[in-house]
């Protein structure tokens, strides 16, 4: 099944944990992976980090995306990967959704990062968006890069074994 494994990571976990996916789901099928860029980045530090990501979510912005190769169609299953902000998905994998709507009918399955609180409501947010009832599989972990935790590769392989 040819994969395509979409992300958004400001500060690495959820690069971290897409690495991973990908490097195991490629032992049984094809997997391109994309990471998108707002055009004009987040900061990174401090109070404005919070701020400015924080605002964006809660408004629900979609903020410009630097350009990228993707096709819909050379795709069965979609996998995104985001951050928690504000307890729900963050504004770059809005704008992909919003310019690729057809994504909305391939398979879907979800990872988020997250540090603690709010990944539940999160998910359900993007659920809604996608206008699904359920995602295939769904993996949550908490700030994986870093803390690095044993458990988290379980939890990464049970993820991929639910996509093979
Ligand atoms: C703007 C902003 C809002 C955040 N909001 C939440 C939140 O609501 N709940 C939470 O548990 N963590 C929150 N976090 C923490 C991140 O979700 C968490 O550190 C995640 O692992 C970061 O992923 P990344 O390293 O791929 O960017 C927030 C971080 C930022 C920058």
Do not use: H
């Not at 500060?11 to 195991?24: C, F, H, P, S």
């Not at 979609?62 to 299953?77: N, S």
């Not at 809604?128 to 908490?142: P, Q, R, S, T, Y």
Request: charged share 30%.
């Amino acid at each position: 099944m040819k994969t395509a494994i979409v992300y958004y990571s400001l500060e690495g976990n959820t690069k971290y944990t897409a690495d991973k996916i990908a490097d195991l789901l490629k032992e049984s099928c094809e997997v391109d992976v994309l990471r998108l860029e707002p055009e004009q980045s987040y900061p990174d530090k401090g109070f404005k980090k919070f701020f400015w990501g924080g605002k964006s979510a809660v408004m629900a912005e979609t903020p410009a995306l630097k350009p990228y190769q993707f096709d819909a169609t050379q795709y069965d299953r979609i996998i995104f990967g985001t951050p928690v902000w504000a307890s729900t998905f963050t504004p770059p994998i809005r704008t992909f959704i919003d310019d690729n709507p057809a994504v909305k009918e391939k398979q879907i399955a979800v990872f988020t990062c997250f540090s603690g609180g709010g990944a539940d409501k999160a998910l359900a947010k993007l659920r809604k968006f996608l206008e699904v009832d359920a995602f295939v599989a769904e993996l949550i972990l908490v700030d994986p890069k870093v803390k690095v935790k044993e458990e988290d590769d379980a939890l990464i392989a049970e993820f991929c074994g639910k996509l093979k």
